[in-house]
């Protein structure tokens, strides 16, 4: 089991310029996520897919979108990359079921994103 | 935004010592957990407490949840290089469906 991977491992790129990171998991998890994290503040969540055909807004949503490709994929895009956008980007994936009492979550490798 | 506070941000020993992480909060959480994650890697979950006083024992990690379920602590006994990284805490309210994160210890261990 390869668990959650994401592409790229490393991406810089110029103010306004777009891109898409890729995430996928084999876990057969309902639920996945995209998170950032940026140094003293954890992880933020930016968008989430409680299940197949849905996606919801997370912490920060501004600057992105998603789409929930299939019950593997789930991809992050960046429309105009802006430097307040460079972070380490996480996918994550879980079983969890709303209302249920957790929620464990799968991280990926992350993906390091310099916006210059 | 109900924040989970960890202390301290950081924190260096040596080998051999023992040491103890804290998660705060002013809400009630139905579950939280504690994350291990070491530099170039996502977070891997140690644990999860989901019972107001719960203690959970991974080898050499004792993990407490509180009795209102508004705060947990992880106890590390005779710490070894092996367990430098940053340690989150993570907590999900009832009927939520969203993971709040904290900021983060990191956690040095010198030989």
């Known amino acids: 089991n390869a668990g959650v991977t994401q592409t790229p491992k490393f991406q810089v790129l110029k103010t306004g310029q777009s891109m898409t990171l890729q995430c996928a998991q084999d876990m057969n998890h309902n639920s996945m996520y995209w998170y950032r994290q940026d140094p003293g503040m954890g992880l933020r969540l930016i968008y989430y897919?409680?299940?197949?055909?849905?996606?919801d807004k997370g912490e920060v949503p501004n600057g992105y979108n998603v789409s929930r490709l299939n019950k593997r994929e789930f991809s992050l895009r960046l429309e105009s990359a802006a430097p307040s956008q460079t972070s380490v980007y996480f996918c994550?994936?879980?079983?969890?079921?709303?209302?249920?009492?957790?929620?464990?979550?799968?991280f990926g490798p992350g993906t390091r994103l310099t916006v210059l | 935004t109900q924040l989970l506070e960890q202390s301290p941000q950081f924190l260096s020993i040596q080998e051999g010592e023992n040491l103890t992480v804290y998660c705060n909060s002013s809400?009630?959480?139905?579950?939280l957990q504690w994350y291990r994650q070491e530099p170039g890697e996502g977070p891997v979950l140690l644990v999860t407490?989901?019972?107001?006083?719960e203690v959970k024992k991974l080898k050499r990690l004792t993990f407490q949840f509180g009795d209102a379920r508004k705060d947990s602590s992880l106890h590390i006994t005779a710490a070894q290089p092996g367990d430098t990284g940053l340690y989150l805490c993570a907590g999900r309210h009832t009927g939520g469906f969203k993971t709040i994160f904290g900021a983060g210890t990191r956690l040095f261990v010198k030989a």
């Open positions: 407490v989901v019972t107001g006083g």
């Open positions: 897919s409680a299940s197949e055909g849905t996606t």
């Open positions: 809400s009630v959480f139905s579950s």
């Open positions: 994550a994936s879980s079983e969890a079921v709303a209302g249920g009492s957790y929620n464990e979550q799968f």
